[in-house]
């Protein structure tokens, strides 16, 4: 099925993917939630948390309980990584 769009003037084309294909007007509007969007469409929101987390843990002093807690939190986000996709309610 060929499908044809007519585009205003100002309207532009991030994606030639079908699926992917997204307006500008539909954009998220402020950075932050652009920077989420991003995240979501290419899969990575939980890695790229857990990595955040661990340059945070890292920081802690060694030994420290929280630490250990974001350790584990990482290894969850990871597992997530691996098992799961975010899908927009």
Request: proline share 3%; net charge negative.
């Amino acid at each position: 099925m060929n499908a044809t769009y007519m585009l205003a003037m100002t309207d532009l084309v991030l994606s030639d993917e079908p699926a992917d294909i997204m307006f500008l007007r539909d954009a998220p509007r402020d950075a932050d939630e652009q920077y989420l969007a991003a995240l979501v469409a290419s899969g990575d929101y939980f890695v790229t948390l857990a990595v955040t987390l661990e340059e945070i843990a890292f920081a802690l002093p060694a030994g420290c309980v929280a630490q250990y807690q974001l350790q584990d939190i990482i290894g969850q986000l990871l597992r997530l990584q691996n098992r799961y996709e975010i899908a927009k309610k």
